[in-house]
């Protein structure tokens, strides 16, 4: 099979991360846990935690700026902002409608894509169709989280595994040099949604003082079937992505996984065929900020010179929902 051609490109990129570090000692001092356990389990060193007083529409906001600065893009051109974000501000309005009155984007339609951890993958996908459908040209996607803010700081095995920060993407019409966005393979399945979900806090449950007093606004998780989960679909949809962009694992020079534990990467990026020193790996220092870390990520490895002009990138991501994609993209 041919590699398609891409409707869209990744034109810029951007981050935010809070200056706020958090070791294992740090959450050892607060919590039964200690820095061995959470490296040994999870890989994760440290994270970075937002002051109460920083939302993540401005976290946003700042990754925003700065994929909208090295694409060249003014405010006043962005067609469509789409925010994934597991952690809005308030209920109402949406957190980009926040972000669009902070970044005075003013000519775009802007609302909130809730798929957890997947949100940015799902994200690039919608602003991929809304210009293959001619609707406009240019997209800036952002994912924004502020997980401290929904973590039961009481529940250690959850607590310790979560960060905050945003990253950002302007996605703009291809040139047809062959740049873009080669495939994508998305999937969901609600019947699991269980298995990672904050109970209390909607509309089913509003809150009230018992939702407080048990956290039940917070998010609850069962860490291992979450595990075995994981791994099952990032490695299908990985196949599948390359699959559609007529692509084999060798042709990918860089895997760029979501960042949850190191042992789930390790073994997305083993059944994937894609040996390590190809794979992009920040969860050591941020935690997993959900579908912020993926843009993270991207920017991070295009900053290292791990990406750059016509390499070919895999990104892979699973979260709540449960929700997984994977998809090829070509700089
Ligand atoms: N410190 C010390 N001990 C702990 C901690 C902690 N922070 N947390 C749990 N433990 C204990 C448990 O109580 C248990 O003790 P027990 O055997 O006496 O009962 C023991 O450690 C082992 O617990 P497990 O849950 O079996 O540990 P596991 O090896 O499965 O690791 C983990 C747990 C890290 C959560 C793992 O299952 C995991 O990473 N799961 C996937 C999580 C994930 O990716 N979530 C994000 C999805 S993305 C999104 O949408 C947000």
New binding site residues.
């Given amino acids: 099979m041919q590699t398609p051609m891409p409707i869209v490109e990744i034109a810029g990129t951007g981050r935010f991360l809070p200056d706020n570090v958090v070791t294992n000692d740090d959450?050892a001092k607060r919590?039964?846990?200690?820095d061995e356990?959470?490296q040994t389990?999870?890989g994760i060193r440290e994270r970075r935690i937002a002051p109460p007083e920083l939302w993540a529409a401005q976290m946003g906001t700042e990754a925003a700026r700065k994929a909208m600065e090295k694409a060249g893009v003014e405010p006043g051109e962005v067609d469509i902002l789409i925010v994934s974000t597991?952690t809005p501000d308030r209920w109402l309005p949406s957190t980009a409608c926040d972000m669009q009155s902070l970044i005075g984007c003013d000519n775009a339609l802007a609302f909130d894509l809730m798929a957890?951890?997947?949100g940015h993958l799902y994200a690039l996908t919608m602003a991929e169709g809304y210009i293959a459908a001619g609707r406009g040209e240019v997209a800036l996607v952002v994912a924004a989280e502020k997980?401290s803010a929904i973590m039961d700081w009481d529940d250690?095995?959850?607590?310790?595994?979560?960060g905050d920060g945003a990253g950002a993407a302007v996605v703009r019409k291809a040139d047809g040099s062959g740049r873009g966005i080669l495939s994508s393979h998305h999937r969901s399945d609600g019947k699991l949604a269980e298995l990672?979900y904050r109970p209390g806090g909607g509309a089913v449950e509003p809150l009230s003082q018992t939702v407080l007093d048990e956290g039940r606004h917070l998010?609850k998780?069962e860490?291992?079937e979450?595990?075995k989960n994981?791994v099952r679909s990032m490695a299908e949809a990985c196949d599948l992505a390359l699959q559609k962009a007529g692509l084999t694992a060798s042709d990918i020079d860089l895997l760029v996984p979501?960042q949850?534990?190191i042992?789930?990467i390790e073994a997305t990026a083993k059944y994937a065929g894609i040996p390590m020193d190809k794979v992009y790996v920040n969860v050591d220092r941020y935690g997993?900020m959900?579908?912020a870390t993926v843009p993270i990520a991207f920017d991070e490895a295009i900053e290292q010179g791990r990406l750059g002009p016509g390499s070919t990138a895999m990104t892979v991501?699973?979260?709540?929902?449960?929700?997984w994609g994977a998809m090829t993209i070509r700089l």
Avoid at 156 to 162: G, H, I
């Fill in positions: 959450l919590m039964d846990t200690s356990w959470i389990r999870t597991a957890a951890c997947t997980m250690r095995s959850t607590a310790v595994l979560f990672l998010l998780m860490g291992r979450i595990f994981a979501h949850a534990n042992r789930i997993n959900s579908s991501a699973f979260g709540a929902g449960l929700t």
